[in-house]
T-cell receptor, first 113, second 114 residues
Framework: EAQVTQNPRYLITVTGKKLTVTCSQN?????MSWYRQDPGLGLRQIYY???????DKGDVPEGYKVSRKEKRNFPLILESPSPNQTSLYFC????????????FGSGTQLSVL | ELKVEQNPLFLSMQEGKNYTIYCNYS?????LYWYRQDPGKSLESLFV?????AVKQEGRLMASLDTKARLSTLHITAAVHDLSATYFC??????????????FGKGTHLIIQP
């Protein structure tokens, strides 16, 4: 089954404790992206990647890192989480070239205390 | 900076009625997407509109795109309760070198009451 898999689904952590949210897709998509969703703000792009070893900043990249060592995986790293990073995070992927719908993961609800 | 504005942001309507959600965007683009999100769930793709005048229909939902007006509409016909959800439009800022990504509107929270 074609899917984008995110883990964990829920995460509670404390300020400053490094964490990684994993994202994996099995559709051989070139393009992968991370979004955060906050009430009243919709979805905002954090980082995206157009292929292995190619990543770029989205609209709200501060406090986040990503890597794309393999085509199927695109982890989101918070080196030193802060409470303002409490949010619902979505990973998404699609074929490159535009005009294709995004496939979204099931989301990760992160709370930073 | 691309801005995508949806309205209304909240809509409560009765079953059987028709209504339209509007999505305006601030820069040239001919790629617009509509997504649906149920509470606590991920986003599901509804429509992909890729040219001026594009119209897509699925059941009671119909989406259209007017690139000259920078406007897309999502029309709901004879609404039913199952269509209650949050609807997002998103515009592609593809710039030739690759997909820069989608800019989303803030979403329209739709409640359909019996």
């Amino acid at each position: 089954e074609a899917q984008v898999t995110q883990n964990p689904r829920y995460l509670i952590t404390v300020t400053g404790k490094k964490l990684t949210v994993t994202c994996s897709q099995n559709m051989n998509h070139e393009y992968m992206s991370w979004y955060r969703q906050d009430p009243g703000l919709g979805l905002r792009q954090i980082y995206y990647s157009m292929n292995v070893e190619v990543t770029d900043k989205g609209d709200v990249p501060e406090g986040y890192k990503v890597s794309r060592k393999e085509k199927r995986n695109f982890p989101l790293i918070l080196e030193s989480p802060s409470p303002n990073q409490t949010s619902l995070y979505f990973c998404a992927s699609t074929y490159l070239g535009g005009g294709e719908k995004l496939f979204f993961g099931s989301g990760t609800q992160l709370s930073v205390l | 900076e691309l801005k995508v504005e949806q309205n209304p942001l909240f809509l409560s309507m009765q079953e059987g009625k028709n209504y339209t959600i509007y999505c305006n965007y601030s820069t040239t683009s001919d790629r617009l997407y509509w997504y649906r999100q149920d509470p606590g769930k991920s986003l599901e793709s509804l429509f992909v509109l890729l040219s001026n005048g594009a119209v897509k229909q699925e059941g009671r939902l119909m989406a259209s795109l007017d690139t000259k007006a920078r406007l897309s509409t999502l029309h709901i016909t004879a609404a039913v309760h199952d269509l209650s959800a949050t609807y997002f439009c998103a515009v592609d800022t593809y710039s030739g070198g690759g997909a820069d990504g989608l800019t989303f509107g803030k979403g329209t929270h739709l409640i359909i009451q019996p």
